[in-house]
């Protein structure tokens, strides 16, 4: 029989986040720090619009592109929040989830050969999503000496002339690293400079604590080549309604909607008209949950000095990226020794790219009692490690 597989899906391996939480789903007493999901529940509000939605019979296919009221929703939302000014008809579609808005827009932008310049350590899709669309991924290796964000020195000697798109992923996931106004503009002038387009991923955008997250697409001269990809499920609590939206610009868009409209048809309706509530009358949920996660990391970060655990300090998203390199292990044994010896699970660095070797990704979106439990035996297990090594 002929091989059934594709060359290229055979080449691309299984997301490195989901290995120890089958472990740990067997595990008695065991306590994840890994998945990145908020541990609050989706507020009422928006839930009880779904029902309704629902007791409506409001179970129909919306418009391929998203609901109207939605749309024009998220545009309020994007000026109100960022400054940013997005026609809800011409230049935004909703999908399902960040992660479906990735796909396509590599797909309707990249043809073979054509680089994609990923900074890592990032999310696990980027790489995979620009090899399915025949990118060619190049790696930007981030450093925590510059606090894990990208420089314009950086970007400037990972381009070629087959680079099209730089993907921007901040606030980033896993390092919790942040970009500010003056980092924007520093690559913007390479970007423009070199005819680059951006996919910015924003989807832990309201998640910045000590200072407003700022878009790059706001900046003079990027709208127009940027993709701008943010969504519902951290901010809002709203992981599995699965909904996401893209803007951009007109022409970028409209082809992002053709495959939109042959691989998904649209994204769910219910969960459409939730999202409608979470724009409208949201903002309060998101400032609560922001300031319990914000104390959650200002706790992690106190404990990690408390116990000589090197860490920079995140500003964004609900993670904080330890370095581990004094123990002698790789990220992987690390990871796997601590499940073991204390039934604690944490996603080791490299599976987001290898340059995360050394280090550990700890999810904050936990309870702080939960913390507090895990934190305890994490400590016991990096003594006991530093006790073997003196011995």
Known sequence: MRDPLSKTIKTIQPSGIRKFFDIVAE?????????????????????????YSLEKGRTFYTSNAGL????????????RHYGLSYDYNKEMIVTVGGSEAIDIAFRAMLDPGDEVLIPQPSYVSYLPCA????????????????????????????ITPKTKILVLPFPNNPTGAIMERKDLEAIAEVI?????????????????????????????????????????????????WRLGYACGPEEIIQQMLKIHQFAIMCAPT?????????????????????????????YLLK??????LTCFEPFGAFYVFPCIKEFGMTSEEFATALLQDQKVAVVPGTAFGDC?????RISYAYSLENLKIAIGRIEAFITKLREEKNS
Not at 41 to 48: N, Y
Not at 273 to 292: L, Q
Request: proline share 3%; hydrophobic share 40%; net charge negative.
């Open 192 to 240: 423009i400079r070199h005819d680059l387009f951006v996919m910015s991923d924003e989807i832990y955008s309201e998640l910045s604590y000590n200072q407003k997250h700022v878009s790059i697409a706001s900046l003079p001269g990027m709208k127009e080549r940027t993709i701008t990809i943010n969504g519902f499920s951290k901010s809002h609590a709203m992981t599995g």
């Open 131 to 158: 090899v399915l669309a025949n990118g060619v991924p190049v790696i930007i290796e981030l450093k925590e000496e510059n606090q894990f964000r990208l420089t314009a020195e950086e970007l400037e000697a990972a």
């Open 68 to 79: 109207k009221e939605l749309k024009v929703e998220i545009a309020k939302f994007l000026d």
């Open 356 to 360: 995360g070797e050394g280090y550990i």
């Open 27 to 51: 595990m008695k007493d065991a306590i994840s720090l890994g998945v990145g999901e908020p541990d609050f529940d989706t507020p009422w509000h928006i839930r009880d619009e779904g029902i």
């Open 270 to 298: 219910t969960s459409q008209y939730a999202a409608v509530e979470a724009m409208k009358n949201g903002d309060a949920d998101v400032e609560m949950m922001r300031d319990e996660y914000n104390g959650r990391r200002r």
């Open 303 to 308: 404990r990690f000095q408390e116990m000589g």
